[in-house]
């Protein structure tokens, strides 16, 4: 069971469709690019064809059936072929996309995937996403287009990721916390609350999330971060909203998990 975006805040989602869907694609790799609005839902759909999902403004949630991918403009989504996916942006997302022929992207596997987008990588995504929907296919274009491909193949992999969850005794914890990421229930008081013990609890949250209840909660706010770091809150408000003690208590836990203080990520 998912417990999806759509279902973890009160307000209302804009829904659209995908702007363009093709019954095959009139080139081997066929660039996007999107303005979205704040609340802006793109429904589930798939495609035959390979897909990297890119914001270079803002963040996006994209859910498939693996669970929410959160993707920050340091971060892309690949979607291998007939991979169910839909995007959520709850502010405003400058969106980047390629699609690509299942022939040349073989190498990437046939998993979601979701990458680290160096300089480099990053300007062959603009660069490439700028390109007309009939630009021609010629030497430099496909000498463009081997590059990307090999970056993305060198691309290391994130954590930005929460998995589907299975158990319903998780979803009261996990809606309320998405919705609430400061409530400063226990795993205790949570056991109480849902009718399970918190042994039971810590074990579901390991099976389900490969961590118990405190990291995992510790991870959620530092995926909300992202998304408030993007918005331009400052520091001082996120720790608040996240529930931590201060704002030196917020970068601490920021560092732990992504390896540079908040500032720092930002500038990368």
């Known amino acids: 069971m998912t417990v999806s975006l759509s279902i973890q805040t009160k ?24 303005e979205f609005k704040p609340m802006t839902q793109i429904i589930s759909h798939s495609h035959p064809w390979s897909q990297l999902s890119y914001s270079c403004v803002g963040v996006m949630h994209i859910e498939t059936d693996a669970g929410v991918f959160v993707i920050p403009p340091e971060q892309a989504l690949w979607l291998p072929p007939g991979m169910a996916h839909q995007h959520f942006c709850k502010n405003k997302v400058s969106y980047r996309s390629l699609y ?8 990437l596997g046939n998993e979601v995937r979701p990458l680290t987008v160096d300089p480099l990588l990053k300007s ?35 954590q930005l990721f929460m998995p589907t969850i299975q158990d319903k005794r998780l979803l009261p914890i996990i809606e309320t916390l998405n919705q609430e990421p400061a409530n400063k229930l226990t795993v205790e008081q949570w056991a109480q609350k849902v009718g399970a013990s918190s042994r039971t609890l810590n074990r579901l949250f390991n099976q389900n999330y490969g961590m118990g209840f405190s990291r995992w909660k510790q991870k959620l706010r530092i995926l909300k971060s992202l998304e408030l770091l993007n918005s ?25 998990h992504l390896g540079c203080s908040p500032k720092k990520y930002l500038a990368t």
């Not at 690509?100 to 190498?107: C, K, R």
């Not at 996240?242 to 836990?253: D, K, M, V």
Request: glycine share 2%; proline share 7%; charged share 20%.
């Open 232 to 256: 331009n809150s400052q520091l001082v408000d996120i720790a608040f909203e996240l529930g931590y003690e201060s704002t030196s208590a917020f970068i601490t836990a920021f560092k732990k």
């Open 124 to 158: 062959l995504i603009l660069e490439i996403s700028n390109w007309p929907e009939d630009y021609k296919e010629t030497a430099e274009t496909q000498r463009f287009l081997l590059v990307l491909l090999d970056r993305l193949a060198m691309a290391k992999s994130h």
């Open 100 to 107: 690509i022929d299942p022939v040349l992207s073989e190498a």
């Open 11 to 34: 307000s209302t989602w804009h829904q659209e469709s995908p702007s363009r869907l093709y019954p095959s694609l009139p080139r081997s790799v066929l660039p996007l690019s999107a």
